[in-house]
């Protein structure tokens, strides 16, 4: 199976700064990526998919990048509601597998 | 506006069984694979399981397989998952999820049902 490793674990970052999330695949996954953000209590929603794609609705200030193995999330200028544990997941082979998430905190 | 809302969700004790169910409504339910996904109380996600939009094909994790099945009545809009010989490890927070597109991602959620297997 496809391990997705994430990092930093955890990100604290002020509002208007940049944040940069990293998804490294153990083997390649071609752009077969997908990022979601979930808040607390709430269900995870897609951000991200085909690595660079934005869901319906999802604000420009989320991009995503890479190919292959090394994937990267980045929220342009964060906003106190970017709050949340962002994880990312493969579909290009089975099982579809997630990474561990990486948790943005807001200061 | 897409719902998908879980129920069945209870405590069980191991080697018992349970089945989940996800009433879905907003969009053609019959358009569409859906997916369980699992997340553990620690906060890791773990897919689980994938159907057809016909029913047809199914596709499972290793680690459910041959203990859980999952199946749909697009007659009901519904989704279920029938969980056989319960570990403590199948302890999660269980969601129904719509297929985005060909067995992709996850574009739409429930909110989850939470399973625990305890004595």
């Known amino acids: 199976e496809i391990v997705l490793t994430q990092s930093p674990a955890t990100l604290s970052l002020s509002p208007g700064e940049r944040a940069t999330l990293s998804c490294r695949a153990s083997?390649?996954?071609?752009?077969?990526l997908a990022w979601y953000q979930q808040k607390t209590g709430q269900a995870p929603r897609l951000l991200i998919h085909?690595?660079?794609d934005r869901a319906t609705g999802i604000p420009a200030r989320f991009s995503g990048s890479g190919s292959g193995t090394d994937f990267t999330l980045t929220i342009s200028s964060l906003e106190p509601e970017d709050s949340a544990i962002y994880y990312c997941?493969?579909?290009?082979?089975?099982?579809?597998?997630f990474g561990g998430g990486t948790k943005v905190e807001i200061k | 506006e897409v719902q998908l809302v879980e129920s069945g969700g209870v405590v069980v004790q191991p080697g018992g069984s349970l089945r989940l169910s996800c009433a879905a409504s907003?969009?053609?339910?019959?358009?569409?694979?859906m997916h369980w996904v699992r997340q553990f109380p620690g906060k890791g996600l773990e897919w689980v399981s994938l159907v057809s939009w016909d029913g047809y094909s199914t596709y499972y994790a290793d680690s459910v397989k041959g203990r859980f099945s999952i199946s749909r009545d697009n007659r009901k809009n519904s989704l279920y998952l029938q969980m056989n010989n319960l570990k403590t490890e199948d302890t999660a927070l269980y969601y129904c999820?719509?297929?985005?597109?060909?067995?992709?991602?996850?574009?739409?959620w429930g909110q989850g049902t939470l399973v625990t297997v305890s004595s």
């Open positions: 907003g969009f053609t339910f019959e358009d569409y694979a």
């Open positions: 997941q493969q579909r290009y082979n089975w099982p579809l597998t």
């Open positions: 999820a719509r297929d985005r597109d060909n067995f992709d991602y996850f574009d739409q």
């Open positions: 083997e390649s996954v071609s752009s077969h």
């Open positions: 085909g690595a660079s």
